[in-house]
């Protein structure tokens, strides 16, 4: 039964990363459901969630023509964000995190809702030095990504957005790129400290991968402001979950 419900859980997360945001915390959720201890829980929801990040990049792919060069410096920026930050989550006290998990939460679904004006203020504070600005928002995106991967995406496209990007399309083949670089990084230091637990991973990581590329593919399809109302009910729900059940 569990491995059903986290197959599940990841088909619907990996559509909401896909379409418009807030998946991470669908996954997560169910992981700790199933008894996971959230810090477990936590790395083996950037494990599962990485394959979904690559079928979306493939998913994108035609979108993103022309900003492979842009990769070449952004890719070492973003791995070092993503080490770091699962080296920070190595060190909390899973205590402390577990208290702190509602918390992350509820702060990764207020930037979904506020997702749009953050990147509008973002695209506003452009300067001459838009590359460094946009560099250095995506390397603390990133470090927050290897930490917590709620309200990830968001981040990142408002990062984009400081960095002078505006087609949304490639922008969200970018965040996945970024997702799967940072992921990569942190899962390295999750493996050799033993906290994936790989046979539920895989189960989300099927989900995933079928929702995000599927969703991806039919992005020209879906009406953005109905994914995104749906995404943001999903992302309360879980919220008002996790707070219930931490401190019920």
């Given at each position: 039964m569990e491995p059903l419900l986290l197959f599940i859980a990841g088909l619907v997360g990996g559509t909401m990363n896909a379409l418009a945001g807030g998946g991470s915390g669908v996954t997560f959720a169910a992981l700790v459901f199933t008894g996971m201890p959230p810090i477990i829980a936590n790395?083996?929801?950037?494990?599962?969630?990485t394959f979904g990040y690559i079928?979306?990049?493939?998913?994108y792919w035609r979108h993103?023509?022309?900003?492979?060069?842009?990769?070449?410096w952004q890719v070492p920026l973003v791995f070092i964000g993503g080490l770091i930050g699962g080296w920070l989550l190595l060190q909390t006290d899973p205590q402390l995190f577990s208290a702190?998990?509602?918390?992350?939460?509820l702060f990764a679904t207020l930037l979904f809702m506020a997702g749009p004006q953050l990147q509008r203020a973002?695209?506003?504070?452009q300067s001459r030095n838009v590359r460094l600005l946009g560099a250095f928002a995506v390397f603390l995106t990133c470090v927050y990504?290897?930490?917590?991967?709620?309200?990830?995406?968001i981040l990142t496209l408002a990062a984009l957005s400081l960095g002078g990007y505006t087609a949304v399309r490639a922008m969200n083949g970018l965040k996945l790129?970024?997702?799967t670089v940072s992921s990569v990084a942190a899962i390295l230091l999750f493996a050799t400290q033993g906290k994936i637990d790989y046979v539920g991973g895989l189960a989300v990581m099927v989900g995933i991968g079928i929702g995000s590329y599927g969703a991806a593919r039919l992005t020209d399809y879906v009406s953005d402001a109905n994914?995104?109302?749906?995404?943001?009910?999903?992302?309360?729900?879980?919220?008002?979950y996790a707070f219930v059940s931490t401190y019920s």
């Open positions: 790395a083996t929801n950037t494990f599962a969630a079928t979306g990049v493939a998913g993103m023509e022309g900003l492979w060069r842009d990769l070449i702190a998990v509602p918390w992350l939460l973002a695209a506003r504070m990504g290897g930490y917590f991967q709620g309200g990830f995406g790129v970024f997702a994914v995104k109302r749906a995404s943001l009910a999903v992302c309360w729900l879980v919220t008002v």
